[in-house]
């Protein structure tokens, strides 16, 4: 018979025990009991006098709802037992709000913990007399019994809110032998709680820090969720395509269109470094392996001081912890590229991770087609690696020197008998980024968190269309500086201060067409010839700022009440090398400006009922132009910051601890953006006028399952307009990528025997296009031109696809093989991408995207 | 960028290639293109073909003569075409080649030309401040705005639209190219662009038939004696391979060969540049690069396009680029099955502005 049985294995303590409890580094957690042990739900150790002024822990976080996880088949039919060591991150309702695999057991096992730990739910700790959020350690057996299990004992259902499955007296509670409280199922025979004296030794005592909360209105996915999303072949990044408020890409684009902010303003962080990418060109692959992602989460608008630069959303990539937990890695490859990845620890202090990813669609390609197939089409070759050493200085400090590095490259000719018909593409983004990480955990649980960085980006666009070129090469060397502290001086107010601070120094060339890479607002469709006016430019900016801020969050009501002001101070200095065109050999004259600016922040999240949490927030939000618009030809230098306000407001329903949901209204405007000049003749040097404004606004919604019993998925819906305003006297238009209804479904079940099955439905309109009403011959080129009706007055249809995912894991030893196969647009269906016209424009049609597109790949780790 | 054309000729060069593509990578999603009727080569209604100016290249204030080819499936005379000079710039903001103001009948930035299939008049005064390198008249309380960028060979042109009254009316435009300074060059470089640059000459072209290895020139249609005999006779569905020509022109000033070419002047040959004459093939030329910030030497680029009332033209436009010194461009034409007659048109263009255009006339008899 089998059977799982979960073990509490140490509390988390608040600093008052900390000094106490463990004189060297925490123990890994050991099992205390015989496999079948029963968590513990008490507190372990009485208290020592703790220092005045010192938090301490009045009580200990009581398990009351139990969750047990599946067995894995595979495992049980081959007699395997294991234990899962986990790290489990409780609420101050006693929710579990994050949870992460500390010792592993293979990946079957893990997953099954994780997915039943996620929905445990206990009393929360309390310190000071009050809840508090804090962190213990679990460990989650996987015991095989062969003796048929007791009937088991009444309980709630899995999904039960935690309150209903409290009562005094009942299994669980503290001093109270016997099962958790939601035992249910073979566990209700689990055993007994330790006595308290034997479980003294088995503390892990890790000092919490103040909870370093996440934005009011956010989504985060987990790794080991975000990978077996239908859709994502794989890859955890890519679930941020499906997240409430990103709009769908274009195809093929790989760009992020965030409640409805232009691709360009919404930044992306990978554990507070910035990042010029997530996903390489194409949209394919993220930048960053999976297996050193532990959760990425998205900020569609209003988050918090710590962040600025970007007036809209914001992706935040967490990176896996690195734990001493001997040597595991992965394979894994599939049509578009193959990939490695390893972590290792080296004694007690040394850790390493290190992941690598190259491309091979490119070679792969014309050995299942012809060998000139990437004349005609681009191929995306990408390559990117990522590096991390972490050092332990102590029990509480940590150093880490870490690395990424990502190239993309695309490079098609197009040949013709008509000269002014070839074409020739070249594109490549590479770029790096290093940095070093000093993290120290006080003993009052503040976390002061210093990580200076620096890397290089190189961009460059070469094309040709007959006789016109188009060049832009930008390369630029970027530092940055993020130091926080976070700390609690009082009981309910946690504070968080900081400095981030970004320098970017680049030099760029830049030849062809005024519009010519279009931006957004160009009236044109798609693949008409670029203007043969041409023009070059060599400049040269710097966009420096340095950004203190403060953060509070402030606990009311018992904890039910969170106020979190901020307020972010930040100078920005923009310097070039050239204010006017070139002319002759004048030299050039440089200039240099400053904006200074203040940009409040507020959130307030009240929770109105244990399933009922409202919020909403504020922000002010400045972003710097960028250094390609900062041309005397073909932008302006004295292009100034654009600036956002983001206002939302929102609520939470818990239908039950794994379901929920939230529905989220927005409202974002912005100005100052940077927008081509209307005038016949624009002054010099002023190309762009900063004369644009923005607003967006909606409603989304999101219903969520987190993982229980092999499943998990969600629903998100947005309803959205996003408008530009080019000019004051102008009206409104859409802005070129507005999309008014986004649906993404996202669904996966773990079946059994290692099979997992998936789906993902998206529905989305289509982007907005300015129709054409007419055509006049340019006898001088040889071409039609469009007459244009209103801009932007027309959608491509609407996009509609079921992506589909089937995985089987194969288990041998400590090892593990995932076979899946990824079909995307299974019903093969013909989704309009892009507008058409014949030559003379008197006909349209549209280019259909992906035809059914199954994908296989394998991974194997250990 | 890839334009509607192309994706049909990719697609139609791959074949069966295309489904193996789409099942293997995201990256071809674009590839899927709708089957668009008609191409530039099939002259189905009628419509502006090509629009010349002679000379092909004049300075403000000076005396240009302007004339379109109409053509019509049925050979119908031309409608009434209304032509004016657009003295409107083109906003940033606005696609095209010039501004949408002129777009309309009776635009105040127009300046009526005439009526007619030719017309004659003189370039405005202020073409290089509105349509070249120097700077825009200020307006009241700002400062001198942007000059125009020149297109990849240092050119500035002045737009000319044409209002062809036909049913219903449509519009054409054209550039013709004016003599200006250049921006951003040194005073020297400047003065030697002066001294060296030459004017731009219309091309030529002529039209053979190539069998066996050998070319056949084929009489072009003469308006003026509409009872000429046809250029050739064909039966249905005969495939024609087509060569088309243009003259070669002198890469080294060689005086006496009555061409004034780069380098050349009336110091060192009076003979040739006493009265400037350019060549009518891909003629050399130096232009200001701006990336190079030098005065470089450059051969034009050669574009001829075909047209034809029947049958299928293998490609609708060929040509030779600048580093291609050949002087022919080849293209086959495949006769309608049906008997009858078909016109066929080439118009020949260098990418200074330079157009040059003739006929022919076949009958397809079994």
């Known amino acids: 018979m089998n059977r799982a049985s979960p073990a509490l294995l140490g509390l988390v303590t608040a600093a008052a025990f900390a000094a106490l409890a463990s004189p060297g580094r925490a123990q890994p957690a050991r099992t205390a009991q015989p496999a079948q042990s029963a968590p513990s739900t008490q507190p372990t150790q009485a208290p020592a006098a703790p220092q005045a002024g010192t938090p301490r822990l009045t009580r200990a976080p009581r398990l009351v709802q139990f969750v047990e996880a599946p067995y894995p088949e595979a495992e049980k039919t081959a007699g395997k037992a294991a234990s899962v060591v986990l790290r489990v991150g409780i609420g101050v309702t006693g929710t579990v709000e994050q949870v992460e695999v500390v010792e592993s057991a293979g990946a079957t096992f893990d997953a ?90 088995d503390l892990e005592i890790v000092v919490v820090a103040p909870p370093d909360r996440k934005q009011v209105v956010s989504s985060e996915i987990a790794a080991d969720q975000g990978r077996r999303v239908a859709g994502t072949q794989g890859d955890v990044l890519k679930v941020v395509e499906n997240l409430p408020g990103v709009g769908r890409a274009a195809v093929g684009s790989g760009q992020l269109v965030v409640w409805g902010a232009a691709p360009q303003d919404t930044r992306v962080y990978v554990d507070g470094v910035r990042v010029p990418l997530l996903y390489h060109y194409g949209g394919l692959r993220s930048v960053v392996h999976s297996d050193l992602v532990q959760a990425v989460e998205l900020a569609p608008g209003g988050y918090g001081a710590p962040y600025g630069r970007g007036i809209g959303g ?153 006789g016109t070129p188009t060049a832009l090469t930008v390369g630029s060397t970027v530092l940055g500086l993020r130091a926080s502290y976070r700390g609690r001086p009082r009981p309910g107010l946690t504070t ?235 009206r409104f238009r859409l802005f070129d990528q507005d999309q008014t209804h986004v649906l993404t479904a996202v669904a996966t079940y773990e079946i059994g025997w290692g099979v997992e099955v998936g789906a993902r439905l998206r529905v989305a309109s289509g982007m907005p296009r300015t129709p054409v009403v007419g055509a006049t011959y340019d006898a001088q080129r040889d071409l039609y031109q469009p007459i244009f009706g209103a801009q932007n007055a027309e959608r491509i249809p609407a996009f509609v696809q079921l992506d589909a995912r089937a995985a089987k894991r194969f288990t041998f030893g400590a090892t593990e093989l995932e076979v899946y196969l990824d079909v995307q647009n299974a019903t093969n269906r013909g989704n309009p991408e892009e507008l058409v016209y014949s030559y003379d424009y008197s006909e349209k049609g549209a280019i259909t995207g992906l035809p059914i597109l199954p994908s296989l790949g394998a991974r194997f780790s250990w | 960028m890839v334009t509607p054309h192309l994706l049909r000729s990719a697609l139609g060069t791959s074949g069966g ?42 300075a403000p204030r000076a005396t240009i003569a302007l004339r379109a080819l109409h053509a019509a499936p049925d050979g119908a005379p031309p409608p009434p075409i209304d032509w004016a000079f657009c003295v409107a710039r083109k906003p940033l903001t606005e696609p095209g080649t010039i501004a949408s103001t002129c777009l309309s009948p009776d635009d105040p930035a127009l300046a009526p030309l005439g009526v007619g299939t030719e017309v004659q008049g003189v370039l405005p005064d202020d073409g290089c401040r509105l349509f070249g390198p120097d700077r825009p008249p200020p307006v009241a309380g700002e400062p001198a705005g942007r000059a125009v960028d020149p297109d990849p060979t240092g050119g500035f042109y002045q737009p000319v639209r044409l209002l062809v009254q036909g049913e219903p009316p449509t519009y054409a435009t054209f550039g013709a190219r004016i003599t200006c300074g250049v921006a951003s ?26 069998h066996d290895g050998l070319d056949e020139a084929l009489p072009p249609d003469m308006p003026d004696t509409p009872d000429a005999p046809p250029a050739a006779t064909l039966t249905p569905g005969e495939v024609v391979p087509l060569r088309a020509a243009w003259a070669p022109c002198p890469e080294v000033p060689t005086c006496g060969d009555g061409i004034c070419g780069v380098d050349e002047d009336t110091a060192a ?69 049906t008997p009858g007659e078909a016109r066929l048109w080439v118009v020949i263009r260098d990418d200074r502005g330079g157009t040059g255009w003739q006929s022919y006339r076949f009958t397809i008899s079994p």
């Not at chain 1, 999904?159 to 958790?180: I, V």
């Not at chain 1, 040949?415 to 020739?424: F, V, Y």
């Not at chain 1, 039950?656 to 989220?664: C, G, K, N, Q, R």
């Not at chain 2, 034809?308 to 495949?334: F, I, K, Q």
């Open chain 1, 496 to 730: 968080t201060l900081g400095l981030d601070a970004e320098a970017v120094s680049a030099s760029l060339k830049r030849a062809g067409s005024i519009t010519a890479p279009p931006r957004e607002g160009d009236v044109r469709v798609f693949g008409q010839p670029p203007s043969d006016q041409i023009n070059v430019d060599g400049w040269s900016a710097v966009l420096a700022s340095a950004a203190p801020y403060a953060e509070a969050d402030l606990a009311l009501l018992g904890d039910r009440v969170h106020i979190l002001p901020g307020l972010r101070f930040e100078p920005y200095v923009i310097s070039g090398s050239r204010r006017t065109p070139r002319e002759g050999d004048t030299p050039s004259i440089g200039y240099a400006t400053a904006d200074i600016v203040l940009e409040p922040r507020l959130a307030i999240t009240a929770d109105l009922s244990p399933r009922v949490r409202v919020k909403a927030a504020y922000g002010l939000y400045h972003q710097p132009p960028q250094p390609e618009d900062l041309s005397a030809v073909f932008g302006s230098p004295l292009l100034s910051t654009s600036s956002a306000h983001h206002f939302l407001a929102g609520a939470l329903y818990r239908l039950t601890t794994t379901l929920s949901a939230e529905v989220t209204a927005f409202y974002a405007t912005s100005s100052g953006l940077p927008a081509r000049s209307p005038l016949p003749a624009p002054l010099l040097a002023e190309a762009l006028v900063q004369d644009g404004r923005g607003r967006a606004y909606g409603v989304q919604l999101l219903v969520r399952k987190e993982i229980a019993s092999g499943f998990f998925g969600w629903i998100t819906y947005s309803l959205m307009r996003s408008e530009r305003q080019d000019r004051p006297e102008a």
């Open chain 2, 17 to 58: 290639l295309l489904p193996a593509l789409l099942a293997l990578t995201p990256t071809l999603t674009t590839a899927c293109t709708p089957e668009l009727e008609g191409r530039p080569s099939e002259l189905r209604t009628p419509r502006v073909l090509a629009v010349q100016a002679e000379p092909a290249e004049a």
């Open chain 1, 314 to 466: 914001l992706v935040s990539v967490q990176l896996r912890s690195m734990e001493p937990d001997g040597f595991h890695g992965a394979v894994a490859a599939d049509l578009l590229d193959a990939s490695a990845a390893v972590r290792a620890s080296a004694g007690d202090r040394w850790r390493f991770a290190v992941a690598a990813r190259r491309s091979h669609l490119d070679a792969l390609l014309p050995a299942f087609t012809s060998a000139d197939v990437g004349v005609l089409f681009p191929i995306p070759r990408y390559h990117d690696g990522q590096a991390r050493a972490s050092y332990a200085l102590s029990q509480r400090a940590s150093v880490e020197l870490g690395g990424m590095i990502s190239g993309d490259f695309i490079d098609r000719t197009v040949q013709s008998a008509d000269p002014s018909q070839r074409k020739s593409e070249s594109r490549s983004v590479t770029w790096n980024r290093v940095y070093l990480r000093y993290r120290h955990e006080a003993e009052d649980g503040a976390v002061v968190t210093v990580t200076p960085w620096g890397g290089t980006e190189e961009t460059t666009l070469t094309n040709r269309f007959g």
């Open chain 2, 269 to 337: 040959c009076t003979e040739d540049c006493a009265t400037p004459r350019g060549c009518t093939g891909a003629e050399p030329y130096v232009a200001f690069d701006a990336e190079a910030s030098a005065v470089t030497r450059r051969r034009e680029v050669i574009l001829v396009s075909w047209f034809a009332t029947a049958g299928t033209l293998d490609a609708d436009r060929t040509g030779r680029a600048e580093g291609e010194p050949e002087t022919t461009t080849d293209n086959t034409w495949t006769a309608p099955d």
């Open chain 1, 112 to 201: 099954a913990a994780l997915d039943a730990v996620r929905q445990f739910v206990f009393e929360p700790a309390e310190i000071d007399g009050k809840p508090a959020a804090i962190r213990i350690l679990y460990r989650y057996e996987f015991v095989l019994r062969e003796e048929p299990p007791p009937p088991p004992a009444p309980a709630p259902a899995p999904d039960a809110l935690a309150p209903d499955a409290l009562t005094p007296g009942t299994p669980g509670t503290p001093g109270t032998p016997g099962a958790p409280g939601t035992p249910g199922g073979e566990s209700a025979s689990a055993g007994t709680a330790p006595p308290a004296g034997e479980q003294g030794d």
């Open chain 2, 185 to 210: 060059a040194t005073p020297a470089q400047a003065a030697e662009l002066r001294t060296r640059y030459r004017s731009n000459h219309n091309p030529e072209v002529t039209l053979s038939w190539v």
